[in-house]
């Protein structure tokens, strides 16, 4: 049982990632920059987040967390970035909204498809709900299109009809209070798989067809209906949002997955070749990153705790996961 002194004192990682985390929202509120939904607690996301962090592991089924400590399988600022991109979109994965992954040394915060419709009606408070569905063969479908803008006209489906194997397109709505569509997505099993593709988990392989391990070849229906569902999520952000910082912490996460997820997979393919002899001049002496729990005590200064965008985009060049012309987005 923890003692009093336990519940004054909270792990130091909790102060120097949560904690830090919280002031700079605090920061972003009374300068005006972020604007919260208003059933929203931030107290209560960062906890989900805390708690969440401390069961995520990479790949090698390496945590990322124990009891609360780090232990250098992601980097400090990456963790406090993932958490902060959460607190700005509003999330809480706790309602299964975003996911923390672990991509190389990196730690991402990745929404959910319930995430995308939270963010979609945060920035668009009209859209009060969601239709969406798969169409398989044998269904009777029909859709029409006025003034340029697609709407579902009839969906009728037999249970005999569904069959993962048999879809052949997915469609989503955001809805308006009286049920009217604001915004629909239809999409055809070809548009959905050319996606799919383009995924970083690589669910299609090098002849086109799905991989039945993955993730989108055992839950066809499911992945279906998020990839339709964030198409419309993320055209209303991006349509309705003025929120710069919404915005910004956004791409910066999806261009970061991006890169990261491309250098851990030359990581892995490096290590599956053959050995190749560098002589030691050629190489450069890579140095390790003092784990968290010998660092000095300074938890309350994001500016010293974590490295400084030139610092973090003269990393990325060092470790080859970015080119000296190409201009990073500003960490946290």
């Not at 929202?25 to 059933?39: A, T, W």
């Not at 996301?45 to 967390?65: G, I, R, W």
């Not at 993955?214 to 993320?234: C, P, Q």
Request: glycine share 6%.
């Amino acid at each position: 049982m923890a003692t009093a002194t336990e519940k004054k004192n909270p792990p130091a990682v909790e102060k120097s990632v949560v904690d830090i985390v919280s002031e700079k929202v605090s920061e972003f509120l009374r300068s005006g920059q972020l604007d919260l939904p208003k059933n929203y607690s931030v107290d209560n996301a960062l906890k989900s987040a805390y708690l969440t962090l401390n069961t995520v592991e990479n790949k090698d089924k390496k945590p990322v967390m124990v009891d609360g400590k780090l232990t250098g399988v992601v980097t400090k600022a990456s963790i406090a970035n993932a958490v902060l991109d959460m607190v700005v979109q509003g999330l809480n994965p706790g309602k299964k909204q975003c996911y923390f992954i672990v991509y190389g040394s990196s730690i991402i915060c990745q929404r959910s498809y319930f995430g995308s419709m939270a963010v979609a009606q945060m920035v668009n408070p009209v859209i009060k709900d969601w239709g969406f569905n798969v169409v398989y063969e044998d269904d009777k479908f029909s859709y029409g299109i006025h003034n340029g803008k697609a709407s579902v006209i009839e969906h009728e489906q037999k249970l005999d009809n569904i069959d993962k194997s048999k879809i052949i397109a997915a469609y989503a709505m955001a809805l308006n209070i009286t049920g009217e569509p604001i915004k629909t997505e239809i999409m055809t099993i070809e548009e959905i798989h050319k996606a799919w593709s383009m995924s970083k988990m690589k669910p299609i392989d090098d002849k086109g067809e799905i991989r039945p391990e993955s993730t989108h070849g055992k839950f066809a229906r499911d992945m279906a209906l998020k990839t339709v569902i964030n198409k419309v999520a993320k055209f209303i952000i991006n349509a309705s949002s003025d929120n710069a910082l919404l915005l910004e912490r956004i791409n910066r996460n999806e261009e970061l997955a991006d890169v990261a997820a491309v250098q851990a997979e030359i990581e892995e393919r490096a290590n599956t070749g053959s050995v190749i002899m560098i002589p030691e001049e050629a190489g450069k002496k890579i140095e390790v990153e003092t784990p968290v729990e010998e660092q000095k005590a300074e938890e309350t200064k994001v500016d010293s705790d974590l490295p400084s965008p030139e610092e973090e985009q003269a990393a990325l060049e060092k470790k080859g996961m970015v080119s000296g012309d190409k201009k990073k987005k500003p960490g946290f």
